[in-house]
């Protein structure tokens, strides 16, 4: 799996990729080093804290980073959207009981707090089921 990360890192667009993983890496540092989130992180486990250079946060994430399914893979859309494969509840259309939930359901740029919009809407499929 990590040749073919590699190679999508290579392909046209794939520098930028390596480029914004990279500041995602150094800002989720930053906020780790900057609120009382700070207080409950014992260690930076990956990439770790001797990686510091942008050179060499770059060759990890060349070199570790995996992730199934790339951003946008999966667009969440309005009905009337040819290429939405989700609808706004993160549910598949044509198929019944599957949700998306990850950075694939981002339409064009990621974006934050997708995880809690998705908590929100699963709670409120579930709470709304009669067992």
Known sequence: PLDIQKLHFQAPGGAADIVAIREGIKRARN?????????????????????????????????????????????????????????????VRGVDRLRVVDASVWPDVPGFFISEKAADVVIAAAKARKF
């Open 31 to 91: 906020i780790v080093q900057s609120t009382p989130i700070g207080l409950f992180v014992d260690e930076e486990i990956a990439p770790g804290p001797d990686v510091k250079t942008d050179e060499e946060l770059d060759n990890f994430v060349l070199n570790r980073v995996f992730g199934h399914h790339a951003c946008c893979t999966n667009p969440m859309g309005a009905d009337d959207n040819p290429n939405a494969v989700l609808d706004g509840n993160f549910k």
